[in-house]
């Protein structure tokens, strides 16, 4: 079992950025993918980014703006996201897939979670 922890989340103005932070700790393997999601009251997690064995994805929505990193030496996943936008504004979570090798975007095929971090941005 992996235990993951975000931090960095908070309040920004439009067009802004902020750069999440995800430390991995437990049992953590290089070719298993790890990713973020996000969600806001009422709707569904969504999936905003992931890194896996063959390299980083992006959720339409987002790409261009964020970008996804991993040191695997230091077990941390971060969440580079510039030009943020009002509808950015979620509870963004930290994953790691249950499989090695995996490289979607289904959040049931993620096992491990952080317990979330508030990304709020202002107009």
């Known amino acids: 079992q992996v235990q993951l922890v975000e931090s960095g989340g908070g309040l920004v103005q439009a067009g802004g950025s902020l750069r999440l932070s995800c430390a991995a700790s437990?049992?953590?393997?290089?070719?298993?993918?790890m990713g973020w999601f996000r969600q806001v009251p009422g709707k569904e997690r969504e999936f905003v980014a992931a890194?896996?064995?063959?390299?980083?994805y992006y959720a339409d929505s987002v790409k261009g703006r964020f970008t996804i990193s991993r040191d695997i030496a230091e077990d941390t996943l971060v969440l580079q996201m510039n030009s943020l936008k009002r509808e950015d504004t979620a509870v963004y979570y930290c994953a790691a897939a249950r499989n090695s090798y995996y490289s979607g975007s289904d959040p049931a095929a993620f096992g491990s979670w952080g317990q979330g971090t508030q990304v709020t941005v202002s107009s």
């Open positions: 437990g049992r953590t393997f290089s070719n298993v993918a």
């Open positions: 890194i896996s064995w063959n390299g980083g």
